[in-house]
């Protein structure tokens, strides 16, 4: 009898030890389950993420279409007689329309993203690759299309980062010192000679008729410009000069436009340098009436010591020799290493010839087509 109780004993702890094993093993085998779905969904999402491509978006795609359809037609669109015709018509060219259909499909590519954990991580990301894609798309109106996505996604990581909602205030927060603005204004009276800048080409959807440098900001945390303009502060003088953004933009007295486009251009770290010194050099200067004139006519420039607002910027810069950066070592003479000194050579000196041919442009146009400036950041400012 005791033996038989003994034996059962036996058995009921042997059958406790299977229960707790199996226990054990089932969870293990949901821990691990658990881990694989977390890692799952974490692929999900990054997945997500790595699906967002704009250039793939259909509108981009139509637009790019439509660019090369534009671009090959454009010699029958400036005849003379169509640019007399657009001297006397409406030019209503404004907010940037052309990017509309892109800016909605955009944003409802964006709409997940604010809800994430990491959009932050993830607005970086795709910061960076519009960055790139930027930086080796040759058409200007397709680059112009991308700056405007690139907007688009700083706007929201600035708004996320309890930035205010004001175009002004999301401005100030893409602008690096030299930082070089361009500008479309629609005047409320008739401006002949902004009207005759815009047909002059119309190569381009919206056509910039200013030029200002960005040089720091006051103590009020306003813009400060350098710019040759005819509607200076003194208004006895006109040429080059310091001033607010926001002085040129909002004074009745100096300007009548209602409305502003901006794109904001980063130079070259190669000319920064001459950028800041030689264009401080110019501040009192005389306005240059007759440069963009000159340009039209197919005329060499002068360089008579007087600047428009684009003259003031691309007879301020200079190859600073000291922003060569070399990657190999001055007694290495390996193949690799030649190799990528013969390619920085010829960068180098295809810099050199972009800045040499630039020095005679006169035309704001002439500064965005230049491989020596990079767009960064696109808006518009409503001045009422």
């Not at 029958?76 to 990017?99: A, C, G, P, V």
């Not at 405007?148 to 004001?166: E, H």
């Not at 004074?251 to 190669?270: M, T």
Request: hydrophobic content about 40%.
């Amino acid at each position: 009898m005791e033996k038989e109780r003994k034996n059962i004993d036996i058995k009921t702890k042997f059958s406790w030890k299977i229960k707790w094993i199996l226990a054990a093993l089932l969870l293990v085998l949901w821990s691990s389950s658990f881990s694989y779905a977390q890692e799952n969904d974490s692929l999900q999402q990054e997945n997500r993420y790595e699906k967002i491509d704009f250039k793939k978006m259909n509108s981009y795609i139509v637009f790019d279409e439509f660019e090369n359809v534009r671009q090959n037609t454009v010699k029958y669109r400036n005849s003379i007689f169509e640019m007399t015709r657009q001297l006397f018509t409406k030019d209503d060219r404004f907010w940037f329309h052309e990017f509309d259909d892109i800016c909605e499909e955009a944003n409802n590519l964006l709409e997940w993203i604010e809800n994430e954990e990491n959009c932050q991580w993830i607005l970086n990301n795709l910061i960076r690759h519009l960055e790139y894609d930027i930086s080796v798309e040759k058409n200007v109106e397709c680059r112009k299309a991308l700056t405007k996505i690139l907007s688009i996604v700083k706007d929201k990581k600035n708004i996320l980062n309890w930035v205010v909602n004001d175009p002004l205030e999301l401005l100030k927060q893409n602008l690096r010192v030299w930082d070089i603005i361009l500008i479309n204004k629609k005047n409320s009276p008739f401006d002949i000679w902004t009207k005759a800048l815009k047909i002059y080409d119309d190569k381009y959807l919206t056509d910039f008729t200013h030029v200002l440098i960005f040089i720091w900001f006051d103590e009020d945390w306003n813009i400060l410009v350098r710019h040759s303009t005819t509607a200076t502060e003194k208004l006895h003088r006109i040429g080059v000069e310091n001033t607010r953004l926001d002085s040129y933009i909002f004074d009745l007295d100096r300007s009548g436009a209602e409305w502003y486009d901006l794109i904001v251009l980063r130079p070259d770290a190669s000319i920064l340098q001459s950028l800041l010194e030689l264009s401080e050099d110019k501040l009192g200067s005389w306005y240059d009436n007759l440069s963009a004139l000159r340009q039209w006519l197919w005329l060499p420039n002068t360089f008579n010591n007087k600047y428009n607002c684009v003259e003031l910027v691309t007879q301020s810069i200079k190859f600073d020799e000291t922003k060569k950066v070399y990657y190999w070592d001055e007694w290495d003479y390996s193949f690799s290493w030649q190799l990528q000194r013969n390619i920085e050579n010829i960068y180098i000196e295809d810099l050199k010839n972009e800045i040499q041919r630039l020095r005679s442009d006169a035309f704001p146009a002439n500064i965005l087509e230049s491989s020596l400036f990079t767009n960064v950041y696109l808006t518009t400012i409503n001045k009422k």
